[in-house]
């Protein structure tokens, strides 16, 4: 049973195990793509509801999901064969999380866009 870790004996040594889970859960369309999976869902709705997604990436991202337990791959007996994605108990683990991340990401996003302007300055003169 993993015991819990204090932040003061936090280290994130390159060995470390938790690196590539934490890319793969901290990568925008892996968190999207757990955010909408609240049923069942075909690829090509997956596709529609992340807007600027391409096939390749939305595939590779699905197969990193499956791979880390996160979702399930499930071939439906249809003709012509469909596939559909939904989270399995590890990844519907992680819809509270990340809600709380999503509604703080909401809630200060404006302020985090004037800390953007501020540190980028005034705009400058074209010359």
């Not at 909408?36 to 709705?45: A, D, Q, V």
């Not at 990436?57 to 880390?68: A, C, G, I, S, W």
């Not at 996003?109 to 800390?115: G, H």
Request: glycine share 4%; charged share 25%.
């Amino acid at each position: 049973m993993p015991r819990s870790i204090q932040q003061t004996e936090w280290t994130f040594t390159p060995d470390c195990p938790s690196r590539p889970i934490l890319d793969q859960i901290a990568d925008k369309w892996s968190m999207m793509v757990l955010a909408i999976l609240e049923r069942p869902t075909r690829f090509n709705e997956l596709k529609r509801r992340l807007e600027g997604i391409t096939q390749r990436v939305l595939t590779q991202t699905l197969r990193r999901l499956e791979r880390n337990g996160m979702i399930r791959r499930t071939v439906l007996p249809t003709s012509p064969v469909g596939v559909e994605y939904s989270l399995t108990p590890l990844g519907e683990s992680l819809r509270d999380p990340f809600m709380h991340l999503y509604e703080w990401t909401v809630r200060h996003s404006e302020q985090i866009i004037a800390a953007q302007r501020e540190y980028d300055g005034p705009p400058s003169a074209p010359t």
